[in-house]
């Protein structure tokens, strides 16, 4: 719980920051400004190495929540960061904790991974991969578009740094951008925009609009059609560690030219809390039950107060001599 001085310095902090985006202008430090003098392709190059750098130095593991919503359906999951793998256990379903059922079958799951190393091998794998493709992505920002700078914005709780300067560059698929792999030709149909961090040089959002069908390679062929959106956002969230806090994906295709392809779902990320870098997936699974229970245990309903026998029945026996009552007077 804030203290009373702390709440009031938020409150100022909060002001000042309104006050700022009226004016349209945030103070920012003499790098923060350097930063902002280069050129919108240099800007985008510095930024990606930055977050190239964080993701290869990265040693802070978060146990965290992800709130997903698809069109059919909601889920809360708490997730912790391991070294072997991520593992995730749904604890709310459609706004309602899962019953005993549910949680047993998603403690059975998590437990296939501890008994089976080989499921678990296969999980850091899938994972790896995910990781590889999401790198080949970023290290090909600078290449892929053409961009434009379109003033700033004020950073947030979720997006860059709260209150400070956000540098806002629109972008276009640049026409001489030839993809190495099927992974980066998603990337020929898009535009958009990217939000910088101007404080820690760290890209805050990304937010594309396909406009023309792409195919892509994730390991199986396939297209996406025109109109798809995607939006990820990320912030600092604890300390001065970078985390995504939203993802929003909404995109229609084929697999294969056969199947077809429909994604309409956004997951939001919060409450971080550092966990030890040295955290097993066994250990993991074990925290995740725990943290499950006490949630579950916090949100539990209070049982209302037995009613007193005696009184009960007083009230009971007072309702009957007055209706018997007005029956008389009839």
Same mark, same amino acid.
Request: proline share 5%.
């Given at each position: 719980?804030?203290?009373?001085?702390?709440?009031?310095?938020?409150? $100022?902090?909060?002001? *000042?920051? +309104?006050?700022?985006?009226?004016?349209?202008?945030?103070?920012?430090?003499?790098?923060?400004?350097?930063?902002?003098?280069?050129?919108?392709?240099?800007? %985008?190059?510095? /930024?990606?190495? @930055?977050?190239?750098? &964080?993701?290869?130095?990265?040693?802070?593991?978060?146990?965290?929540?992800?709130?997903?919503?698809?069109?059919?359906?909601?889920? #809360?999951?708490?997730?912790?960061?391991?070294?072997? /793998?991520? /593992?995730?256990?749904?604890?709310?379903?459609? *706004? =309602?904790?899962? @019953?005993?059922?549910?949680?047993?079958?998603? $403690?059975?799951?998590?437990?296939?991974?501890?008994?089976?190393?080989?499921?678990?091998?296969?999980?850091?794998?899938? $994972?790896?991969?995910?990781?590889?493709?999401?790198?080949?992505?970023?290290?090909?920002?600078?290449?892929?578009? +053409? !961009?434009?700078?379109?003033?700033?914005?004020?950073?947030?709780?979720?997006?860059?740094?709260?209150?400070?300067?956000?540098?806002?560059?629109?972008?276009? &698929?640049?026409? @001489? !951008?030839?993809?190495?792999?099927?992974?980066?030709? %998603?990337?020929?149909?898009?535009?958009?925009?990217?939000?910088?961090?101007?404080?820690?040089?760290?890209?805050? $959002?990304?937010?594309?609009?396909?406009?023309?069908?792409?195919?892509?390679?994730?390991?199986?062929?396939? =297209?996406?059609?025109?109109?798809?959106?995607?939006?990820?956002?990320?912030?600092?969230?604890?300390?001065?560690?970078?985390?995504? #806090?939203?993802?929003?994906?909404?995109?229609?295709?084929?697999?294969?030219?056969?199947?077809?392809?429909?994604?309409?779902?956004?997951?939001?990320?919060?409450?971080?809390?550092? %966990?030890?870098?040295?955290?097993?997936?066994?250990? *993991?699974?074990?925290?995740?039950?725990?943290?499950?229970?006490?949630?579950?245990? /916090?949100?539990?309903?209070?049982?209302?107060?037995?009613?007193?026998?005696?009184?009960?029945?007083?009230?009971?026996?007072? &309702?009957?001599?007055?209706?018997?009552?007005?029956?008389?007077?009839?």
């Amino acid at each position: 719980m804030l203290m009373v001085s702390r709440a009031l310095l938020h409150r $100022e902090f909060v002001s *000042g920051v +309104l006050v700022a985006f009226v004016l349209g202008w945030v103070p920012v430090s003499a790098a923060d400004t350097q930063f902002a003098k280069l050129s919108p392709q240099q800007l %985008v190059r510095e /930024a990606v190495d @930055n977050e190239l750098a &964080a993701s290869r130095t990265a040693s802070t593991r978060f146990l965290f929540k992800d709130e997903k919503t698809t069109v059919h359906l909601s889920q #809360t999951r708490l997730l912790v960061e391991t070294r072997d /793998a991520t /593992a995730g256990m749904v604890v709310a379903q459609n *706004g =309602h904790p899962l @019953n005993p059922q549910q949680r047993k079958a998603e $403690e059975a799951r998590l437990e296939n991974y501890v008994r089976n190393p080989e499921e678990l091998n296969r999980k850091r794998k899938q $994972e790896k991969e995910d990781a590889e493709r999401t790198e080949r992505i970023m290290r090909a920002l600078p290449e892929a578009f +053409l !961009y434009q700078e379109e003033g700033t914005v004020v950073g947030s709780a979720t997006v860059g740094h709260p209150g400070c300067q956000l540098i806002r560059l629109k972008f276009r &698929a640049n026409p @001489n !951008y030839t993809p190495p792999t099927r992974v980066e030709q %998603v990337l020929t149909g898009m535009s958009g925009q990217l939000l910088i961090d101007a404080k820690d040089k760290r890209i805050a $959002e990304i937010d594309g609009i396909l406009q023309k069908d792409v195919g892509f390679g994730w390991g199986i062929l396939g =297209h996406l059609d025109q109109g798809g959106h995607f939006l990820v956002q990320q912030a600092v969230v604890v300390d001065h560690t970078w985390d995504v #806090t939203r993802m929003q994906l909404a995109f229609t295709g084929k697999i294969l030219l056969l199947k077809r392809l429909n994604i309409q779902s956004t997951d939001l990320f919060f409450d971080f809390r550092p %966990v030890p870098s040295d955290l097993t997936f066994a250990e *993991g699974v074990e925290l995740l039950k725990k943290q499950a229970a006490q949630e579950q245990s /916090a949100a539990a309903p209070v049982p209302l107060p037995k009613p007193n026998e005696k009184s009960h029945r007083a009230q009971e026996q007072k &309702a009957e001599d007055e209706a018997q009552q007005l029956c008389c007077r009839r």
